[in-house]
């Protein structure tokens, strides 16, 4: 995959604005899409999860939405807070449909303000 | 344990040196998967098991690189006569066949 190597690509916001961090994803094929959030020195946390059959999908304060026909993913976080701050990765399964083998997109590091 | 657990944190090895990471999955997980991330990148698969089967390993960088889980529970992953390009976080995931991956909080290795 593409890699920005130690410039993570930055979104800063504001405590109690909403968050959205992007993810282009390559292989068409894919149909299980993953966000994780990784703090540092720690491993990657599930978020949320969608199957190429939906298009949106809500859990608490976050949203995803794919789009498969210009093959986006996003990830919405609303009134985002300080604890929010971390690595965001998407991922994708094009194998098989479960999270057997995952390609990880480039990072986003966000960044909230007080 | 509650989560994926994984020893040591860290280590920093001379080059040439072998290396064993050890991972122990949730209990009940049957499939377990390993992946490397190199500093400031997102995680790449390096192989998977679904109980003790290896039923993919195609991300393995070399022979120097060896992973197994004998009894279908705990892993490990061998690194024989590091390289420095080997300094990376080790990933340990789990998760029940088919469902969310969960990843332990990574080993750390430095070759100097």
């Known amino acids: 995959g593409e890699s920005v190597g130690l410039h993570l690509p930055t979104l800063s916001v504001q405590e109690g604005d909403n968050s959205i961090i992007n993810c282009a994803y390559s292989?068409?094929?894919?149909?299980?899409f993953i966000w994780y959030k990784q703090e540092s020195g720690k491993g990657p946390q599930f978020i949320i999860d969608?199957?190429?059959?939906?298009d949106k999908r809500q859990g608490q304060r976050v949203t995803v939405l794919l789009n498969k026909t210009v093959k986006h993913l996003s990830l919405q976080i609303a009134a985002t807070q300080p604890g929010d701050s971390a690595v965001y990765f998407c991922?994708?399964?094009?194998?098989?449909?479960?999270?057997?083998?995952?390609?990880f997109g480039t990072g986003t590091r966000l960044q909230v303000t007080l | 344990g509650a989560g994926v657990s994984q020893s040591p944190r860290y280590k920093v090895a001379k080059r040439g040196q072998d290396v064993a990471l050890r991972c122990d999955p949730i209990?009940?997980?049957?499939?377990l998967f390993w992946y490397q991330q190199a500093l400031g990148q997102g995680p790449e698969f390096l192989t998977y098991?679904?109980?003790?089967?290896?039923?993919?390993k195609s991300g393995l960088p070399s022979d120097r690189f060896f992973a197994e889980r004998p009894e279908g529970s705990v892993s490990t992953l061998k690194i024989q006569r590091t390289q420095q390009e080997d300094s990376a976080v080790y990933l340990c995931?789990?998760?029940?066949?088919?469902?969310?991956?969960?990843f332990g909080e990574g080993s750390w290795l430095t070759v100097v």
């Open positions: 995931a789990s998760s029940l066949l088919g469902n969310t991956i969960y």
């Open positions: 292989n068409s094929a894919s149909d299980y």
């Open positions: 969608i199957r190429s059959n939906m």
């Open positions: 991922a994708e399964n094009p194998w098989d449909g479960t999270a057997s083998k995952l390609t």
């Open positions: 209990s009940g997980h049957v499939s």
């Open positions: 098991f679904q109980n003790e089967a290896q039923l993919d």
